[in-house]
């Protein structure tokens, strides 16, 4: 008689569910970890209702409600980082901001306002706190400091 008595194909969906599990959240990458441990929670899904006692409904459900948790961040998370919904005015100003993600640009663009100037505006002035940021999107600006001016 062997000294560990189990099924092993049960057993080896919870080691292949703990080993995704790992895995996922070892991963630095957000979309990585959640695939994995969406794989290990189907994993475990799998072996609550393979388990000889029969199915496990209750932890099934649990798993599928952890699941679809999962999935809801996972899409969101996809989703803010394709550029999409930018016109050409404001995808020259995404590439020119280069490190932002996309989902945080388009939470920008919701607040930022669009200004067309005839080039007699005052944007800051020296030694003042500004109250925005300004993008110039096309045109010169000159800018003056001190007795300087460039």
């Known amino acids: 008689m062997p000294y560990f008595d189990y099924d092993v194909s ?16 070892l991963c630095r990458n957000q979309i990585a970890l959640r695939t994995t441990v969406l794989t290990g ?3 475990y899904m799998a072996y609550y209702y393979l388990i000889d006692s029969g199915p496990m409904w209750d932890a099934m459900v649990g798993s599928a409600l952890i699941a679809t948790a999962n999935l809801i961040g996972l899409t969101s998370l996809i989703y803010s980082r394709m550029p999409l919904g930018m ?64």
């Open 10 to 25: 049960t057993t080896s969906l919870v080691h292949l569910a703990i080993l995704a599990y790992v895995i996922g959240f």
């Open 41 to 43: 929670t189907s994993f």
């Open 87 to 150: 016109g050409d005015h404001q995808r020259s100003i995404f590439e020119a901001l280069g490190a932002l993600e996309p989902g945080v640009f388009r939470a920008l663009m919701k607040i930022a306002r669009h200004e067309t100037s005839d080039g007699a505006d005052t944007l800051t002035r020296e030694g003042a706190t500004p109250d925005s940021l300004c993008f110039v999107m096309s045109g010169r600006p000159r800018i003056a400091k001190g007795p300087d001016s460039f």
